[in-house]
């Protein structure tokens, strides 16, 4: 017999820490403002957002002391770049400052303000536009917690793909491979969501659905706790996957489970966590925003809401997707995201920055499941503005595709084509597992895995090479490597 759970909405009371219970595996420091979960993102070739979170409410706004030496930090946040952000079912506060007028691609130190806490952080800001030199990115998409409640050697019943006993898993990976610049992550971060469908395969213990906002947010902080050691040092560039709203992630058959915990709906957890560059490049929040960084133009997209044309998101009420409950957007106005973006592809000055790369949460050139009406809003914009490379995930598999528009594949292949280049990798890892690939691929499929977590590292060699890397995480090797050539003058 199939069993129901109904919507639930429910409303919740205020609860001290000390409410939390035993699932939780957040570290609660002692000093109630010592800073966590530490991030930051590019605010401009000139600018950075710093964040972190603390367990309680800072004495004034968020302020950092910063420099260019460990041991000097002369400089003062000001405290009108600077806000602190709640709702009522999260565990913190998110603290965020946006400092300005630095020098581009120069390494600096900082330390939050109000804390007895003795650690420094860094970051290195965004290569100015128009800097030719050699450089790394490291993207992933679809990357969830890790360990004990997460991705492990061990998963529920129904779950597939653990980790093997002493494997590398991505979040490590990234560490010992780290030369990149920034990560990049498009989408589906921490898969806290599926705290439902962990008690169900008996990974996780029940709670009450009361109680089911506890399990979230704690499954939540801890992956940022986890991340903490790569976005400490580099920024972390995100944007909305489903994950980041769903509320309908029993996902075991026999049930239709639909519980919307708050926190959990309408990317409210994505919302007050992240800080983007939307303001420097006239986007939205951290749904859709671009940035310069040396010679590439990088642009972020919503595939999730506000498609434009008429054209509902899949997360949206009435979307493909879309469940009772989840209040998933809009967020801007009609066609807003499209003419935005649009604007900003006919700005790019091309000498400057010669590749423009576009990630966006969801495939439309897979061998599976495709999202039509992303291909709908965004595609033949793509072509026009000649954008070289377009990065996607969801789909937890990766497939490189070959340049290619309106199911017409590039006659040069990667030997300077006209159309964009795609590639799908949503094999960075969460509890879940991989997807598996059909055993007659897609005719525009050019290199596909489905038994491999993994990340993609960028290669920007200059103008006109980029190569492509499909790192395996367990050990670091390249399972696939394609290098992109575009006939330009350097």
């Known amino acids: 017999m199939k069993h129901q759970l109904v919507l639930l909405l429910v409303s919740f009371i205020p609860f001290i820490l000390a409410d939390l219970p035993s699932i939780s595996h ?45 041991t000097s930090l002369p400089f003062v946040s000001s405290p009108q770049n600077a806000e602190s952000v709640t709702y009522p079912t999260s565990l913190t506060y998110n603290n965020h400052v946006r400092i300005t007028h630095l020098t581009p691609n120069t390494k600096y130190f900082w330390k939050p303000a109000f804390s007895n806490a003795t650690s420094i952080f ?40 653990p980790l093997k006993p002493g494997e590398i898993n991505t979040i490590q990976s990234l560490q010992q491979h780290e030369s990149w610049d920034f990560l ?26 009361a109680n089911g906002f506890h399990v979230y947010e704690s499954l939540l902080n801890q992956f940022y706790d986890e991340m903490t050691p790569l976005t400490s040092r580099k920024p972390w560039m995100v944007g909305p996957g489903n994950h980041e709203a769903n509320c309908d992630d029993g996902g075991i058959r026999g049930y239709d489970v ?39 133009h990088f642009v972020q997209i919503d595939t999730e809401t506000d498609l434009g044309h ?90 490189r595709i070959a340049p290619i528009f309106n199911g017409t594949i590039d006659p040069n292949e990667l ?45 920007f060699h200059n103008c006109s090479h980029l190569t492509h890397e499909f790192v395996k995480s367990a050990d670091g090797s390249v399972l696939d490597r394609a290098t992109l050539f575009k006939d330009r003058k350097c």
């Open 310 to 399: 008429g054209i509902l998101g899949p997360d949206q009420p009435g979307g493909s997707e879309g469940n009772p409950g989840e209040d998933s957007g809009p967020f801007g106005l009609v066609d807003q995201q499209i003419n935005w973006l649009i604007n900003d592809l006919k700005n790019v000055d091309r000498k400057k920055t010669p590749w423009v790369v576009v990630a966006g949460h969801r495939p439309w050139y897979v061998s599976g499941a495709i999202c039509a009406e992303c291909q709908k809003a965004f595609e033949s914009i793509f072509n026009q503005y000649s954008v070289d490379l377009v990065l996607t995930g969801h789909f937890h598999v990766y497939e």
């Open 26 to 70: 957040v570290r609660v420091p002692k000093d109630p403002f010592e800073p966590v979960q530490i991030r930051q993102a590019y605010a401009g070739s000139t600018g950075m957002h710093l964040s972190w979170n603390t367990f309680s409410k800072l004495p004034a706004r968020p302020t950092v002391n910063y420099g260019l030496t460990i």
């Open 122 to 161: 860094s970051f290195t800001t965004a290569r100015e536009a128009g800097d030719h030199t050699l450089f790394t990115v490291a993207v992933v998409v679809d990357l969830g917690l890790i360990g004990p409640q997460g991705l492990s050697t061990t998963v529920g019943a129904g779950a597939s793909n």
């Open 415 to 459: 030997n300077n084509p006209k159309f964009p280049w795609y590639i799908t990798n949503g094999a960075a890892g969460h509890y879940d597992g991989l997807n598996s690939l059909p055993t007659k691929l897609a005719p525009f499929s050019r290199a596909a895995y489905d038994k491999h977590y993994g990340w993609s590292r960028l290669v």
């Open 184 to 209: 990049w992550h498009p989408g589906d971060i921490a898969y806290a969501d599926y705290w439902l469908k962990e008690e169900l395969q008996g990974f996780l213990p029940n709670t009450s659905i």
């Open 258 to 296: 639909r519980i919307c915990v708050p926190g959990q709906t309408n990317f409210t957890g994505f919302r007050n966590h992240f800080r983007m560059p939307s303001y420097q490049s006239g986007g939205l929040e951290n749904f859709w925003y671009s940035f310069n960084h040396g010679m590439v």
